[in-house]
């Protein structure tokens, strides 16, 4: 018998303040009625590993196994997931040209990935979809939390 999977719904987004620069990521999860924020920053990073970051987290926040949908307005994160990933693998984590960037959020989120059953939406960022936007709100805010030291 086929035991259904909780359905939750991610948004989740990643800003930089330059690139590299200070950046923050957020993600909001819904699940039957009930809303979790997360949010965080680092210091000296890209937008992609904040993108990457977003969805990490919010994967491992899950505590259960689940059928996610995620909201993201990244190409890279969309496509990284669901077209390069399995070849990215099976060159040992390498792409064609040469090295991976990012290759230890890539094999985090993959160990995510096995655990769920993922469904991937690219939303147009900055278009007023409201839940993208905020996302958004909460990565900047996150990189706004940072030290002052800590932003360039």
């Known amino acids: 018998m086929d035991v259904?999977?909780?359905?939750v719904v991610v948004y989740c987004d990643g800003a930089c303040q330059g690139n590299p620069g200070p950046g923050g990521w957020a993600a909001i999860l819904s699940y039957e009625g009930h809303k979790l924020e997360l949010s965080g920053a680092e210091k000296a990073t890209t937008n992609n590993r904040?993108?990457?970051t977003a969805a990490l987290q919010a994967l491992r926040a899950l505590k259960r196994?689940?059928?996610v949908t995620f909201y993201t307005d990244s190409?890279?994160?969309v496509r990284g997931a669901t077209e390069w990933l399995p070849g990215w693998k099976q060159r040992g984590w390498r792409r064609k040209e040469g090295s991976l960037l990012n290759a230890d959020l890539w094999q985090a989120l993959d160990e995510q990935l096995g655990r769920h059953s993922v469904h991937w939406v690219w939303v147009k960022g900055h278009a007023?979809?409201?839940l993208n936007e905020?996302?958004?709100q909460l990565a900047v805010r996150a990189i706004r939390s940072l030290p002052?030291?800590?932003q360039g």
Do not use: H, V
């Open 4 to 7: 259904e999977l909780p359905k």
């Open 50 to 52: 904040m993108e990457l």
């Open 65 to 67: 196994t689940s059928d």
């Open 75 to 77: 190409n890279y994160l």
């Open 128 to 130: 007023g979809n409201p």
């Open 134 to 136: 905020r996302a958004d």
């Open 148 to 150: 002052t030291s800590d």
